[in-house]
């Protein structure tokens, strides 16, 4: 009896062990099989195919937040970058200007709240006055013109990496100054945009003119339209001076222009057969996201029931694309992609940062997800697999990006990491 017993319990390890060898012969690579209290099968695999590809990002609307971005920068991975302001200028309720002061000059101030780039460039701001005013009832985009006339009002050179410091463009075009003083009651900004239509500030270098900046040169101001230091300044005749406003009162906005002329990105965009796919590209300002495919990820079904204990992707920076002043995105997102193409926030991220993760890993120099949740609802068939997207996190204007190592990549590639039992 004893024996007989022995003989079954050798049995059904041999068994187990025979299982586990068949299933791991079934995938190419490394799978480590263990058992959890339950007695359940539980395997690891991090052998997942794994396909991305680099996409140009969708225009969003960068008027929603008080922040603005301005300036030039030659970045040696992702081209020539540009950002200039269109911005109205609003009066703070029924103004009357009077007629016993005349109009000296006009004084555009804008306050500094972060800087990105090389810390020693300075650049030529210029302004110009609108063509007509931005309307309040228009959805301005990253990639929307607005038509501007085209009189210099002012110019000014500018540094601004030091975070104390503050953009000021001396306004002295005299048709304008008339054009304000045509009217000396206004009742609100519509009567007041009727004669000054507003403001475009943009550097005397942009993305996709010539001469372009060195690579390596320029940079970006962060503007803070909500400061109190921002604001358009009129400076009478005799010395008294009436502030006009540049706040949520009033129309703004950034168009960005991202040149990738020459670049290995140009080449991802127009899928030359010379592309570097070792590299896996994302980058704020619009510029470019990259679609993440797991296309067998469904075969886990045909194992019968399964359970996905854990899964994580992770992506690591590649070594050397970090270097000052190319500062790395510090919080991305993944999301879902439907039939249409639109986004959707996966399961995983309702979970919160301390399951979904997203947030980069200064030691390890990487950005995991946990996609548990989402991989299970597509192997169980409650969602169709599209795919996901690989973006900055949330409405950050400032063109930080960030350079990984693909699912191609010699070393630190992206893997998708599966802890999952059978039932």
């Not at 810390?119 to 063509?131: R, W």
């Not at 004669?195 to 270098?205: A, E, H, P, R, T």
């Not at 996609?371 to 795919?387: A, F, K, P, V």
């Amino acid at each position: 009896m004893g024996s007989t017993l022995l003989m079954r319990k050798v049995f059904l390890l041999s068994a187990i062990f025979l299982v586990s060898i068949l299933f791991s012969c079934k995938k190419n690579g490394k799978l480590s099989p263990n058992f959890d209290n339950g007695n359940l099968l539980t395997i690891f695999t991090d052998t997942f195919s794994i396909k991305s590809t680099i996409i140009e990002d969708v225009p969003s609307q960068t008027g929603l937040i008080p922040f603005q971005l301005l300036g030039v920068y030659n970045d040696p991975i992702f081209g020539v970058r540009s950002s200039s302001i269109y911005t109205n200028v609003g009066i703070s309720g029924e103004t009357n200007f009077g007629t016993i002061f005349t109009i000296d000059s006009l004084v555009l101030s804008l306050k500094v709240a972060q800087y990105y780039g090389n810390s020693a460039s300075s650049f030529t701001v210029n302004a110009f006055e609108l063509a007509t005013p931005l309307s309040s009832s228009t959805s301005f985009f990253s990639n929307t013109y607005s038509a501007v006339q085209n009189t210099l009002l002012g110019s000014a050179l500018f540094t601004p990496s030091a975070l104390d410091s503050t953009l000021r463009i001396v306004i002295t075009d005299q048709t304008l100054i008339n054009n304000i003083q045509s009217d000396t009651l206004y009742a609100d900004n519509t009567a007041f945009n009727a004669n000054f239509k507003g403001l475009y500030i943009v550097s005397s270098d942009t993305a996709g003119t010539t001469p372009a900046i060195t690579q390596g040169d320029g940079g970006f101001a962060l503007f803070d339209f909500s400061s109190v230091e921002s604001n358009v300044t009129i400076h009478y005749n005799n010395s008294v001076t009436e502030a006009l406003i540049l706040n949520n009162d009033v129309k703004t906005y950034s168009r960005f222009i991202n040149d990738y002329s020459g670049t290995d990105i140009e080449k991802h965009l127009n899928n030359d057969a010379s592309k570097n796919e070792n590299r896996i590209y994302v980058s704020d300002m619009e510029s470019v996201r990259t679609k993440i495919e797991v296309p067998y990820i469904k075969n886990l079904a045909d194992e019968g029931n399964v359970s996905i204990n854990k899964a994580v992707i992770v992506f690591t920076v590649e070594t050397g694309t970090d270097a000052s002043p190319n500062e790395i995105l510090q919080a991305l997102t993944l999301s879902g992609i439907d039939l249409a193409g639109n986004v959707f926030d996966l399961a995983d991220a309702s979970e919160g940062t301390a399951h979904f993760n997203g947030v980069y890993n200064s030691t390890s120099k990487s950005i995991s997800f946990n996609i548990t949740r989402h991989l299970q609802q597509i192997i169980n068939g409650t969602i169709t697999d599209y795919g996901m997207y690989l973006t900055p996190n949330a409405a950050v204007v400032i063109p930080n990006r960030v350079v990984f190592n693909s699912e191609n990549s010699p070393t630190f590639k992206t893997k998708l990491e599966i802890t999952y039992s059978k039932l």
